[in-house]
């Protein structure tokens, strides 16, 4: 379900973070506010846009730094593209939460393109500039 238009505008802040700053610019990218826990990417990216996908073990990374790997491999792409990252539960898998990441076509990404996930935590995203 979107957040209805009424709401205030997403914006992120420390308290949804566990780190007291994220990265307002990655190589280039420059980040999306949205919340870092409970959003994920909607219909509106998900599938349709998905150029790759990429996972990793919890314990490898921090949200910053698999936020960053995710520009990296965006980056390889070229053109515009949007880089999201996030840890959720693999739903095919017992041993718990993982790492996800996408890259995504097109540089419009908006907030609105992005839905309710109780499930998703340390979510960034960050567009080619």
Do not use: Q
Not at 27 to 54: C, E, H, Q, T, W
């Amino acid at each position: 379900m979107r957040p209805p238009n009424s709401n205030p505008p997403l914006v992120a802040n420390a308290a949804d973070n566990n780190t007291a700053v994220i990265p307002n610019e990655i190589n280039g990218f420059k980040r999306l506010d949205i919340p870092s826990d409970g959003y994920s990417a909607g219909r509106s990216l998900f599938p349709g846009r998905v150029m790759a996908g990429y996972n990793a073990e919890l314990d490898k990374y921090d949200a910053d730094s698999w936020a960053s790997y995710i520009v990296e491999e965006c980056k390889a792409f070229g053109g515009d593209t949007t880089a999201v990252s996030y840890s959720a539960i693999n739903s095919g898998h017992t041993g718990g939460r993982f790492w996800f990441g996408y890259a995504f076509s097109g540089a419009d990404t908006t907030v609105a393109d992005f839905e309710k996930d109780d499930a998703v935590h340390g979510l960034r995203v960050y567009i080619s500039s």
